[in-house]
C-alpha cells in the first residue's frame, strides 16, 4: 500500500522503505539538444550504462530522464530506499552524481550551479511533485535485492557441481530445490 510522506523530509509515496521522487524542470531556451547530448553522456558513463549496477547512490532502484513538450520540459522520476533526508544526503555527497547532476541541470531554468547545498535544495524541492498513484511490483530494498542475487548465483553454482548431487536430496532442501525449478 502506498503512504504520503509525512512533511517536507520525505516527499512522495512510500511503500514500504521505498518511495517514489518525481521532479519536473523547465529546460532553458535552445538547450534542448545540448541537453540530449548530456543525457546521452550520462548513459555511456560507468553506474549509469544498461546493465551497471554500481550506481554512486545505492538505494536507488531506477531513475529515468524525460525530455518532453519538443524538449521544453524534463522530468527526472525515481525511487529510492531508506528517508529522504538520507537519500539527499548521498546525493549531495557523492562526487560522480553531483557532478552528472550539474551537466544535465545546467540546461534547465532555475538552476544556479554547485556547491550552494541550500540553494540546490531548494531549486530539488522547487521541481519536486508527489505521483497521483505508487506502486511497487516487488519487496525489498536494493541491498536485500543483490544480496538475493548473489545468493542465487551461489546456488545455481551448488546446483551445477556434481559432488553436490547427493547433498540436494536431503528432504530440507526440497522447498528450495521446488522453488528453483520454476
Not at 529510492?80 to 544535465?104: Q, R
Not at 530539488?124 to 511490483?137: E, F, I, M, P, S
Amino acid at each position: 500500500m502506498a503512504t504520503a510522506g509525512t512533511g517536507a523530509s520525505r516527499p512522495g509515496f512510500s511503500v514500504g522503505p521505498t518511495s517514489e521522487f518525481s521532479l519536473f524542470f523547465q529546460v532553458s531556451p535552445g538547450e534542448g539538444e545540448a541537453l540530449r547530448t548530456a543525457l546521452r553522456g550520462l548513459q555511456d558513463t560507468p553506474g549509469y550504462r544498461p546493465g551497471d549496477y554500481g550506481m554512486a547512490v545505492a538505494t536507488i532502484h531506477e531513475a529515468r530522464f524525460v525530455l518532453f513538450d519538443d524538449d521544453t520540459r524534463l522530468a527526472f522520476v525515481t525511487s529510492f530506499d531508506g528517508p529522504w533526508d538520507a537519500y539527499m544526503e548521498d546525493f549531495f555527497t557523492s562526487g560522480p552524481t553531483l557532478a552528472l547532476f550539474d551537466v544535465i541541470f545546467r540546461h534547465t531554468k532555475g538552476y544556479e550551479g554547485l556547491p550552494d547545498r541550500a540553494a540546490l535544495r531548494a531549486f530539488v524541492l522547487g521541481a519536486q511533485r508527489t505521483a497521483a498513484a505508487y506502486a511497487r511490483n516487488y519487496g525489498g530494498t536494493v541491498k536485500e535485492i543483490r544480496k538475493a542475487q548473489r545468493v542465487n548465483k551461489a546456488f545455481q553454482q551448488v546446483l551445477d557441481n556434481p559432488d553436490a548431487a547427493a547433498a540436494l536430496q536431503h528432504p530440507a532442501l526440497r522447498p528450495l530445490l521446488d522453488e528453483a525449478a520454476d
